[in-house]
């Protein structure tokens, strides 16, 4: 089972829509989580992290269920511009050198 | 403001070469990193330095080297590249190692090697 794992998609859906993704990690001594993006050829960019608590940013929210072992990413009002990779970052220790990068899950929105 | 700058952006390689790839940063970040990103997988880190004069093995340390002469500068060496070293090569730095600091990355480097 990989540590961290994630739908590829991709998810095609219009504008407007409401999209989610989840992803599940395996290491349950995991601490930190993550949501980055990924532009099509480019770096990966920290979108959130995700806290027990749980954690918005304008239509973005991100949550953590620790029982299950997942995270989950919830997109509103989905826009053009939001088509991209979404990368679920597990870290299972501390420092950087922890970081489990999942393979992405990639969304499509359309007009 | 640069942020992590890689060089080159692009590079084909034969089987055998050698080649060195340079990643700066201007934020005075104290870690630095590299990883590969091949499709399928995600990233993976090669090696990482924790401060200038340090480095380390990530997970797939095998074929390359690296050093930190200075605190801005990490470069990635492949002595004698391989075909399975095709891939997209991202540098990061960060000022700490906190899990809750933000990773900057570089813009990549695409490797092709024959």
């Known amino acids: 089972r990989k540590e961290v794992e994630q739908d590829p998609g991709p998810f095609n859906v219009p504008e407007g829509a409401t999209v989610a993704f989840n992803c599940t990690y395996s290491?349950?001594?995991?601490?930190?989580f993550f949501w980055y993006r990924q532009d099509c050829r480019k770096e990966p960019k920290l979108l959130m992290s995700v806290y027990s608590s749980g954690n918005e940013d304008g239509r973005f929210t991100a949550q953590l269920n620790r029982a299950s072992q997942y995270i989950s990413l919830l997109i509103r009002d989905s826009k053009l511009s939001d088509s991209a990779t979404y990368l679920c970052?597990?870290?299972?220790?501390?420092?950087?050198?922890?970081?489990?990068f999942g393979t992405g899950t990639r969304l499509l929105v359309s007009p | 403001n640069a942020g992590v700058t890689q060089t080159p952006k692009f590079r084909v390689l034969k089987t055998g070469q050698s080649m060195t790839l340079l990643c700066a940063q201007d934020?005075?970040?104290?870690?630095m990193y590299w990883y590969r990103q091949d499709p399928g997988m995600g990233l993976r880190l090669i090696h990482y330095?924790?401060?200038?004069?340090?480095?380390a093995k990530g997970e797939v340390p095998d074929g390359y080297n690296v050093s930190r002469l200075k605190k801005q500068n990490f470069l990635l060496g492949l002595e004698s590249a391989a075909p399975s070293q095709t891939s997209v090569y991202f540098c990061a730095s960060s000022l700490v190692a906190d899990s809750n600091e933000k990773l900057f990355f570089g813009s990549g480097t695409q490797l092709s090697v024959l």
């Open positions: 934020m005075n970040h104290e870690y």
């Open positions: 290491n349950s001594a995991s601490q930190s």
């Open positions: 970052v597990v870290n299972g220790g501390t420092g950087f050198q922890k970081l489990v």
């Open positions: 330095s924790v401060g200038e004069g340090t480095t």
